[in-house]
């Protein structure tokens, strides 16, 4: 057997492994599995923690795809302004062919002990705070990303999840796709060598997006509750763009770094272990749409990642991203002196890698990869606005559904968003400093120019 053939033949073995994990899942339950579990007849009540239009259009549809195979239903909506709350409440009527109650705030709906899990799909910085009041409600919870955007935030969620017993998956969907469970698998298998760069980019072309102006005159502070809204950000008056498209506003949203770096970035320390980065810079601005936003439309953020112990060695990660000339591809592609993983081919293969000729001139051991696909079928990330039910968000909103089963750990535990976390709120230190960033262990603070980066 060749040199080649070895490895190649791990890893499509590996790779039908993991195709094949993602597809168990979906069948694995059987009437015998469900009465080993304590109250695992009963429905599972579920409420929504903000009728979004990411829980409408992405949510919804994965839901659909699952709840009647593992007995979950819809039974209240919980949302701030009145518009939503009502809209939600008919739309899930519709669907799960009962009545669903219109709360008007989490409290109203935890008071009542009427659901058992939750959506949670509010602002960006409400994120880890509505995962608090869910997980000590005795609520299993369903997290969208960004998990938090500071770290006092980042630091009491974890706390509260893992002093529960809960159930919480952070909706960083790519853990529940087979391409990049095949990736992962690789990478730590020592096949594909030391990672040495990470390259990320996620450019789009969309003049509205993250903006609501049709939506936004139709949003009055009598039908909704500022203050609630802010939780514990600084009061300030009460302001509609704020509050529809908080994504282009600092501090509801990091923006870029928040709403798509947190997905990739996920990945790195998904793939290597690794809990966050040793340092970031960052530079960008406001290039294109000037529409007074906050949050800047361009950025480059550069990492350094490696062991915290062992500066001497480790690898970089670039995040590019722009919000004009894109083509709505993102791009992750690993690099190790052999050659490339690439996530958007979806191959292994030796391109770039230190060639046998070199090697031998250099009397240094080569070591080149094979050319080889990461699965036979993959699922391609879904990138527009509204990404309706995809394929990873369906298998990991279907993952999250068996392990409030089973309790068993999702694929993507409150460890996964307080990681990403850290990454995302040390690139928005970056960013509002125009300095290098870099965590402090002990303290799990983000710091700046030796202070604590608050914002």
């Known amino acids: ?218 949003l009055k502070e009598a039908d909704t509750d500022w203050k609630r809204y802010l939780m514990n950000r600084p009061a300030e008056a009460f302001d509609a763009r704020k509050y529809l498209e908080f994504r282009l506003f600092w501090p509801y949203s990091s923006g870029l770094p928040g709403q798509w770096m947190s997905h990739q970035i996920d990945t790195v320390h998904w793939f290597t272990g690794l809990p966050h980065p040793r340092s970031v810079v960052a530079n960008g601005g406001i290039y294109m749409w000037k529409d007074g936003r906050k949050n800047w439309d361009t950025m480059t953020a550069v990492f350094d990642y490696g062991p915290l112990d062992d500066l001497a060695n480790g690898f970089q990660v670039t995040f590019g991203s722009r919000m004009d000339n894109g083509d709505e591809h993102p791009a992750e592609i690993y690099y190790s002196n052999g050659g490339e993983l690439n996530l958007n081919t979806n191959t292994v293969s030796p391109r770039g890698g230190l060639t046998q000729k070199f090697a031998a001139d250099m009397k240094m051991p080569a070591f080149l990869l094979p050319e080889t696909s990461l699965t036979q079928s993959t699922e391609a990330v879904a990138v527009s606005a509204n990404t309706g039910g995809d394929m990873l968000t369906s298998n990991h909103i279907r993952n999250w559904m068996e392990c409030v089963r089973s309790r068993k750990q999702p694929h993507a535990p409150v460890e996964a968003g307080y990681s990403h976390s850290i990454a995302t709120i040390m690139t928005n230190a970056a960013v509002h400093t125009g300095m290098k960033a870099t965590f402090d262990e002990k303290t799990q603070e983000v710091m700046v120019g030796g202070k604590v980066f608050k914002y």
């Open 1 to 218: 057997m060749s040199t080649e053939t070895t490895p190649r033949r791990l890893f499509l073995k590996q790779t039908a492994l993991a195709g094949a994990g993602v597809m168990l899942s979906r069948v694995a339950w059987s009437a015998s599995s469900y009465k080993r579990i304590l109250g695992a007849n009963d429905r599972v009540r579920v409420g929504v923690v903000g009728f979004s239009d990411r829980h409408r259009g992405s949510h919804i549809p994965c839901f659909m795809n699952h709840y009647k195979e593992l007995n979950f239903e819809v039974v209240g909506v919980s949302d701030i302004w009145k518009k939503r709350r009502d809209e939600g409440a008919a739309i899930w009527k519709e669907k799960m062919q009962r009545d669903v109650v219109a709360y008007r705030n989490n409290e109203e709906m935890y008071e009542k002990k009427v659901v058992d899990a939750v959506f949670v799909s509010t602002a960006d910085f409400q994120h880890a705070l509505h995962a608090i009041e869910a997980v000590q409600a005795g609520c299993d919870v369903y997290c969208e990303k960004p998990f938090a955007e500071t770290m006092a935030d980042n630091r009491a969620a974890l706390k509260a999840i893992k002093a529960s017993k809960q159930i919480v998956q952070i909706g960083s969907q790519r853990r529940s796709g087979a391409n990049y469970l095949a990736a992962e698998q690789f990478i730590k298998s020592g096949k594909f060598g030391p990672l040495k760069m990470v390259e990320l980019t996620w450019n789009v072309n969309q003049p509205g997006r993250w903006r609501r102006p049709d939506l936004v005159p139709q």
